[in-house]
């Protein structure tokens, strides 16, 4: 069964975090450093794991309608960075699969689950339990 994410929900493969809450990718729980559009690209494999991700659907996600740029080497530009990382490779990817001409699959086992609720108590307060 593949996982469903929760809209801030949190996808972990192999030593990485994303956590789409915070807006952010960490490794063995180390924050690293990557740009909005490869960062939203992780996103969209991610809620679509194992399916290929079109490079239409990949444009139309990170850039508004009437947008005048060069998608594919934009699209191309940020899947490298978001590559470099997650230390993958095109030729031997872990992570992230080319289909020529057709598009990007996330290949890896992911897991998904739910932020960390928020603690109910506020800091230096007491809770204690009777029983009756």
Known sequence: MEPTAMPDGIYQFGAF???KH???LRKHGVRIRVQEQ????????????GEIVGREEIRARLWPENTF??????ISNAVRKLREALSDSADTPRFIETLARRGY?????????????APHSRPGQMLTSRLC
């Open 22 to 24: 915070s807006g952010e």
């Open 105 to 117: 699959r996330f290949i890896g086992p992911i897991e998904t689950r739910s932020p960390a609720p």
């Open 69 to 74: 740029v060069d998608f594919d080497s934009a």
């Open 38 to 49: 490869p960062f939203q690209i992780l996103v969209l494999l991610l809620e679509h794991p």
């Open 17 to 19: 975090e994303v956590d």
